[in-house]
């Protein structure tokens, strides 16, 4: 699998350590930016690529980039865990059925870049984190899997978030070993991994 990062990379870190028992390794990783994820990679020895917008002269030659990277990493999977940008149509139709998310939240409620934020501010008791697949919308793809963790009184954004990545890590890195193992059957809405 290709696994697209953008920040602390604890997920990819979730990965990294959880691929010897998938029949999923990582083997190249891909961010956007500077950051920790790109650092982490490196010291797990797996090929990193930085490809940043910056560096592009659009938008459209940075998407461009993006799936020429990708592609030539010929994946099996693609997952994004904590890939801070929006992929283009053209990316999701090239890799369709093949690109999984990882979201703190339960989706479809707050979706978005502040996911934990936006619960908080809303009051919910509950929230949780999806792990589902990518489609042309904003964390709108069909769900794999979901599990909900508890909003505390005292929960800020920081402390909600750590709580909901210690469940995030574990689920992700278990669907990407089930969807390695037993592939996923898609119907309409709903992405089923075939029981064992
Ligand atoms: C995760 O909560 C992910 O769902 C969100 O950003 C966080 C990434 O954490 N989009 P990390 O960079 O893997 O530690």
Redesign the pocket.
Same mark, same amino acid.
């Given at each position: 699998m290709v696994v697209l *990062?953008s920040?602390?990379?604890?997920?990819?870190e979730a990965l990294l350590a959880g691929s010897p028992a998938s029949a999923l390794a990582v083997t190249a990783v891909i961010v956007d930016r500077p950051c920790r *994820?790109e650092e982490i990679a490196a010291a797990a020895g797996v090929r990193v690529h930085r490809v940043a917008p910056a560096d592009h002269p659009d938008r459209d030659a940075w998407n461009r980039a993006l799936a020429e990277t990708v592609a030539g990493e010929r994946p099996d999977l693609v997952v994004t865990?904590?890939f801070m940008r929006i992929l283009s149509s053209e990316f999701v139709a090239r890799f369709r059925g093949r690109i999984v998310n990882?979201?703190?939240s339960l989706l479809p409620a707050f979706p978005g870049a502040h996911g934990v934020r936006d619960a908080l501010d809303y009051g919910v008791r509950v929230t949780g984190c999806t792990v589902h697949l990518v489609d042309d919308g904003v964390d709108t793809g069909p769900i794999l899997a979901q599990e909900a963790v508890a909003v505390l009184p005292d929960d800020d954004d920081a402390t909600l978030?750590e709580r909901?990545?210690t469940v995030?890590r574990r689920l992700l890195v278990d669907v990407v070993a089930a969807v390695a193992a037993r592939g996923v059957v898609i119907d309409g809405r709903k992405a089923v991994i075939p029981s064992e």
């Amino acid at each position: 699998m290709v696994v697209l *990062a953008s920040g602390t990379g604890t997920l990819l870190e979730a990965l990294l350590a959880g691929s010897p028992a998938s029949a999923l390794a990582v083997t190249a990783v891909i961010v956007d930016r500077p950051c920790r *994820a790109e650092e982490i990679a490196a010291a797990a020895g797996v090929r990193v690529h930085r490809v940043a917008p910056a560096d592009h002269p659009d938008r459209d030659a940075w998407n461009r980039a993006l799936a020429e990277t990708v592609a030539g990493e010929r994946p099996d999977l693609v997952v994004t865990a904590g890939f801070m940008r929006i992929l283009s149509s053209e990316f999701v139709a090239r890799f369709r059925g093949r690109i999984v998310n990882s979201h703190p939240s339960l989706l479809p409620a707050f979706p978005g870049a502040h996911g934990v934020r936006d619960a908080l501010d809303y009051g919910v008791r509950v929230t949780g984190c999806t792990v589902h697949l990518v489609d042309d919308g904003v964390d709108t793809g069909p769900i794999l899997a979901q599990e909900a963790v508890a909003v505390l009184p005292d929960d800020d954004d920081a402390t909600l978030h750590e709580r909901i990545k210690t469940v995030e890590r574990r689920l992700l890195v278990d669907v990407v070993a089930a969807v390695a193992a037993r592939g996923v059957v898609i119907d309409g809405r709903k992405a089923v991994i075939p029981s064992e």
